[in-house]
């Protein structure tokens, strides 16, 4: 009878302790793992919280996956402007961007100039790049709530390339490993903050509908709102040459 309680009382210590804890590394693979499409097409509301004052942009977003994991995406305002982003991204390197400003000029966005507004809004150049998993060290801080929702807590630290932020924390959803909130820190402070809202599953594919870049201090914000979205639709690779933007 001892022995049996023994055995009882060690199972029972066993299910009290974690199995696993898994790594901030792994984490984010599980987050990177998360379906996403081969092209997409939307149109997006962009508003701009300023001074007490809103000023309202729109925009169509072009995107298609290419070899080598690589992607290429094409922003083009509608309204008030025909200004034009277009960035290819890279594996293992920094991606290329070039605006084509209104008068038709095209403008090469250098690395270092990623710290910069995009059309005065609180998105910076470096905020619309993609993110390879493989350019970050990741730490797991631990949990903790972000949106009303419980989150895994981890840390990155961009390891190739210009750094424009010190690091970023990333507040993954427990249910499905989709981010909901980022931290953004450059020289040591807390500069701004990214969260998703209204995510819907749509073709498989978890997406946000309402999207919000909000300064630490809260005296700005931009906020991005879905109007229409098409996956895996045919999108002409032309749509995404440096030339086509003239």
């Not at 199995?19 to 997409?40: F, Q």
């Not at 809103?54 to 169509?60: A, P, Q, R, Y």
């Not at 060290?137 to 210009?162: M, T």
Request: aromatic share 10%; glycine share 6%; hydrophobic share 35%.
């Amino acid at each position: 009878m001892k022995g049996k309680i023994g055995f009882v009382c060690l199972l029972v210590l066993m299910m009290c302790l974690p199995v696993y804890a898994m790594t901030g590394r792994e984490v984010m693979e599980k987050t990177d793992a998360l379906p996403e499409p081969d092209t997409a097409k939307s149109k997006i509301l962009m508003l701009i919280h300023k001074g007490g004052k809103v000023l309202e942009k729109e925009f169509i977003l072009q995107m298609k996956q290419f070899d080598n994991d690589e992607d290429k995406a094409l922003i083009a305002f509608i309204r008030p402007t025909q200004i034009k982003l277009l960035t290819h991204s890279h594996k293992g390197k920094d991606d290329d961007q070039w605006l084509r400003l209104s008068s038709g000029k095209i403008k090469r966005i250098v690395s270092t100039g990623r710290d910069k507004p995009f059309v005065n809004s609180h998105f910076y150049y470096e905020d619309l790049t993609s993110v390879d998993i493989d350019d970050y060290a990741y730490k797991l801080l631990g949990e903790e709530s972000a949106v009303g929702v419980d989150c895994y807590k981890v840390e990155g630290v961009k390891q190739v390339g210009e750094k424009v932020y010190d690091k970023v924390i990333f507040y993954v959803r427990k249910s499905d490993y989709f981010v909901v909130r980022v931290d953004f820190f450059k020289k040591g402070k807390f500069l701004k903050f990214l969260e998703n809202y209204k995510i819907k599953e749509i073709d498989g594919i978890l997406t946000p509908y309402k999207l919000k870049m909000e300064t630490a201090d809260g005296k700005g914000k931009t906020e991005l709102v879905l109007k229409g979205l098409k996956y895996n639709i045919d999108i002409d690779s032309s749509k995404f040459r440096k030339e086509a933007l003239r």
